[in-house]
């Protein structure tokens, strides 16, 4: 059997004892419309989305950021994990990308908790942060990974000790260590990751996956003042 085999075989497996047989019909949904309206298919896995939520449940969030929307299949794993007055914010660039994730929350019965709001996150996330809003507890990553560095610098502007920064992607099949790969987002990652690793308000950690997403991983960041 291959790896790739290997690793997908190994999700399908957790995939069936911990999320259960049940497809959950809301995300099922999500993935499915994604998919149809031509969305790349690069949501969060099943498995990565329940971590996700129980993240966010851990940290008792009442308030989650999220920098990427896509089809929203990651925002409703995260919105479950609020409470019924707690919120959620996704930032999407693609109009297109928003307006399929807006239904798909909206069938997830989360349109109250959660607002899409459209157009680059640098562009969003100032206006954002002139609204003074309480601190987010959780700041979930996902857009373009060559911003990453600024979306750290705006997610430590919106979070106050206590919160978790998660950043998605953080391996790309180990390019992130390959000191030849210039790729912006892949420079973009480093750089966010040195962030994670030496600025003085953050406690960082980082973990390689394989599975359904291939070779990849996340990091993790609790601000601590
Ligand atoms: C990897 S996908 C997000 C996946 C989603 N978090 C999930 O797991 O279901 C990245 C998304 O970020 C969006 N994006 C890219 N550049 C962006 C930017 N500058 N501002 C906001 N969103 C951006 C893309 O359009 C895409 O929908």
Known sequence: M????LWNAVDDYFTGRLLGDDPDEA???ALRES???GLPPIAVSPLQGKLLHLLARVQGARRVLEIGTLGGYSTIWLG???PADGRLITLEYDPGHAEVAVRNIARAGLAERVEVRVGPALESLPRLA???PPPFDLVFIDADKANNPHYVEWALRLTAAGSLIVLDNVVRGGRVADPDNTDPDVVGTRAAL???GTHPRLDATAVQTVGV???DGFAL???VS
């Open 80 to 82: 479950r994990a609020l």
């Open 27 to 29: 995300l099922t949904a």
């Open 194 to 196: 040195d962030m994670f």
């Open 35 to 37: 998919d149809a309206v």
């Open 130 to 132: 002139d609204e003074q």
């Open 2 to 5: 291959s790896e790739a085999r």
């Open 213 to 215: 997403k291939g070779h």
């Open 221 to 223: 960041a609790r601000v």
